[in-house]
């Protein structure tokens, strides 16, 4: 996840984000516990409105293993930011585990404000005429529509075990799959690859939530949160 890193940002990227009438969630990661933790204390003096911990990240010092792998590792990390982090913080999970709503647990048991789910689920391209994967570190994020069916059960699954707010994502480009998510149980919606296909797919989504909202004489869309009827 190059980037040019937080002071660049601090410097440069928020104040053009400011200028904006928009809330400002900064996407956080590191390689190490205290890498998260130097990174949220700088953040939390920054005028924005909160931080979405991304724990997909590897985590060199564990043996390259991801921090949301397991309930420890996602409890500890999670603990230690919360102690220099006063804003918002939700923690983006990976849909890499065998038991989702085990990891959400502990999010929600080290103090933190939302879970965000889910990343990309861990893909293989292979080029059949070099014999050799596409991309260079071998396997990659699968992101889009592909993994919405995968995306929108984790958000059910989560809404079952956990009390605090679910920002559900994957896949999501238009209105019916964002009513989807918040039907599975989430508060809130992202989007992120759809905008790569079509720059007004968040516009076009907000649309198709309102329409809807009209088609069932909704007043409120928090009203339909976790209220789907299962089989």
Do not use: H
Not at 36 to 54: R, S
Not at 99 to 110: Q, R
């Amino acid at each position: 996840m190059q980037n040019p890193g937080v002071e660049y940002f601090a410097q440069n990227d928020l104040p053009f984000l400011r200028s904006f009438d928009t809330a400002i969630i900064v996407n956080a990661c590191g390689s190490s516990i205290d890498e998260y933790v130097e990174l949220c204390k700088i953040l939390n003096t920054l005028d924005i409105d909160g931080v979405e911990l991304n724990l997909s990240c590897p985590n060199v010092k564990e043996g390259c293993m991801a921090f949301g792998n397991t309930y420890e590792g996602v409890k500890k990390v999670t603990e230690e930011v919360r102690k220099v982090l006063d804003k918002p913080l939700f923690v983006k999970l990976t849909p890499n585990v065998t038991d989702i709503a085990s990891i959400a647990k502990a999010v929600e048991d080290a103090g933190a404000d939302g879970v965000s789910l889910i990343n990309t689920l861990l893909g293989m391209k292979i080029d059949i005429d070099k014999k050799r994967p596409v991309l260079a570190n071998n396997t990659g994020g699968l992101s889009g529509p592909a993994i919405k069916p995968v995306a929108v059960r984790m958000v059910y699954q989560v809404s079952q075990a956990v009390n605090i707010p679910i920002l559900g994502m994957g896949g999501i480009v238009n209105g019916d799959d964002a009513i989807e998510f918040m039907l599975a149980g989430a508060q809130a919606i992202s989007i992120g690859a759809g905008n790569f296909i079509d720059p007004y797919t968040s516009v076009k989504t907000v649309i198709g939530i309102e329409d809807y909202m009209k088609k069932y004489n909704i007043d409120d869309i928090n009203n339909i949160v976790g209220t789907v009827q299962m089989n």
